[in-house]
């Protein structure tokens, strides 16, 4: 077993600190995330306060949607003899390679978040992350359950292509086929962020569709949708706005009245998660290689307790 310390590390290094940090005695583990937003950001901030409390090296790497150049840095942490790699997928395109070069390298790959399409992952690899299909229906449900069953409605989806974007906007359009005086009356892709919600929110106005409830993918583009119907002039207290992740931006705007449903993803679950599958890989343990964090339900009436 080893007795990791602490050295948290980030940005391009020289080759030779590669090396140098490759022979240190604490376990390395290289992080690899797909972008900074505020869910990805508590998210990486878990594994961070997790691997602190382990005494584990952390290297991180911020690809910024560029899945080629997450790829480059997948490939140099290896290069580097890290212990084991955690890694939030951008999409699904480097997933084979990646496993390959976990396999012929013998570092411990762990997923987190996004889901591989790779079912089931094997042995030197996993996943820590939450089921998509849970959280939209449960913010679905209580959106239908507060509007007396009856209303249109309207989606923000993610990023076209994440899993998640489609999981979670399937799941919402499930529960809403569900009720005969419900109805998708439009949907459209603000890829996760609350200025792209804002503007899709003001040109849905603007065009006179007509909608009282909002389904979006997060509480990034929850939050934007409030701020375009603000904008447009529109009172809150006829449309019924929920989010998914739980995030501090999400509760505050709760606390205004202004949010009406989120579902908690667990960043802290995820991000412990991951780095307790990543030392546990690294140190041979055959156990299970898939860890579900459950959502969790939030609305004004148990906002106090998160």
């Known amino acids: 077993m080893f007795k990791p310390k602490l050295r948290l590390l980030a940005g391009l290094v020289l080759a030779a600190t590669w090396v140098n940090l490759a022979q240190a005695n604490a376990p390395l583990i290289g992080v690899l995330t797909s972008k900074r937003d505020n869910f990805r950001t508590l998210l990486i901030n878990n594994v961070e306060e997790r691997a602190h409390t382990l005494d584990a090296d952390l290297f991180l790497e911020n690809a910024n949607s560029d899945s080629a150049l997450q790829l480059r840095q997948y490939r140099n942490l290896i290069a580097a003899h890290v212990d084991a790699v955690i890694v939030n997928l951008i999409d699904d395109s480097n997933t084979q390679e990646m496993l390959a070069l976990a396999m012929s390298s013998k570092v411990p790959l762990v997923f987190i978040n996004y889901r591989p399409s790779v079912s089931p992952l094997p042995a030197y690899a996993g996943f820590?992350?939450?089921?998509?299909?849970?959280?939209?229906?449960?913010?679905?449900?209580?959106?239908?359950?507060?509007?007396?069953y009856k209303g249109k409605v309207a989606i923000l989806m993610g990023e076209p292509g994440h899993p998640a974007t489609k999981l979670r906007t399937e799941s919402v359009e499930k529960v809403v086929a569900k009720y005969p005086d419900m109805q998708v009356v439009v949907k459209a892709s603000a890829n996760w962020q609350r200025s792209e919600a804002t503007e899709r929110v003001l040109q849905w106005v603007d065009k006179g569709v007509a909608f009282d409830i909002v389904a979006a993918n997060n509480d990034e583009m929850a939050i934007g949708a409030i701020r375009g119907l603000e904008k447009a002039g529109k009172p809150l207290t006829k449309y019924l706005v929920g989010g998914i992740d739980g995030t501090p931006d999400g509760f505050q705007e709760m606390?205004?009245?202004?949010?009406?449903?989120?579902?908690?993803?667990?960043?802290?679950?995820?991000?412990?998660?991951?780095?307790?599958?990543?030392?546990r890989l690294a140190n041979g343990s055959t156990s299970s290689n898939l860890t579900r964090v459950p959502f969790q339900l939030i609305t004004p009436d148990n906002l106090a307790s998160f």
């Open 128 to 148: 820590v992350g939450s089921d998509e299909v849970e959280a939209a229906t449960m913010q679905m449900e209580e959106l239908a359950r507060r509007a007396g």
């Open 255 to 279: 606390r205004e009245g202004k949010l009406a449903v989120s579902v908690l993803q667990d960043a802290k679950g995820q991000g412990q998660g991951a780095v307790d599958m990543a030392l």
